[in-house]
């Protein structure tokens, strides 16, 4: 595992991210680049069930309180069914390195109630832990996650 700060640049672009990325690089938003290893199941299921992958990212200690995220990636690709360079994608190893990023600063939001007011972040001053988890959905039903992986967050990777 790694965790880096990082520009919104290094944000891989296509698909409609594009809009967000520039938005993000306009307003010079620093992101985390949260970098995992994990086995290369994880792109065969999205395929095979034609799944919408995302990253879940919240608090361990406060599961409510989710992080808004992008990924996950495996480089440039992100492991999405039918996000750009997905359908050309073949994992070259059984272990791969999936990156995931999320703004440094911002506002959590409830997982239970979308409207509920939830209180603001921001990981260079709070250091927190972060869980981790891909999961994926289909029209089809199905549904799919991934292994929970903890992040800390603290002065020395922040």
Not at 41 to 46: A, E, S
Not at 50 to 58: K, P, Q, R
Not at 87 to 95: E, F, G, I, L
Not at 146 to 156: C, F, H, K, R
């Amino acid at each position: 595992m790694n965790v880096a700060r990082v520009a919104a640049s290094a944000l891989p672009a296509g698909n409609d991210r594009d809009v967000l990325r520039d938005a993000m690089m306009a307003r010079s938003e620093t992101l985390l680049k949260i970098t995992l290893e994990g086995d290369a199941n994880w792109i065969g299921t999205v395929r095979t069930n034609e799944l919408n992958g995302y990253a879940i990212v919240t608090r361990c200690d406060l599961p409510d309180q989710e992080v808004f995220s992008l990924g996950p990636y495996v480089g440039n690709v992100m492991i999405s069914y039918g996000a750009d360079g997905f359908d050309h994608y073949r994992p070259s190893a059984a272990r791969q390195l999936y990156q995931v990023y999320i703004p440094m600063a911002g506002r959590y939001r409830s997982r239970r109630d979308f409207n509920r007011p939830m209180p603001s972040y921001d990981f260079a001053k709070q250091p927190a832990n972060l869980c981790i988890r891909f999961a994926g959905g289909a029209m089809t039903g199905v549904y799919a996650q991934s292994n929970l992986v903890s992040v800390p967050l603290g002065p020395s990777n922040n």
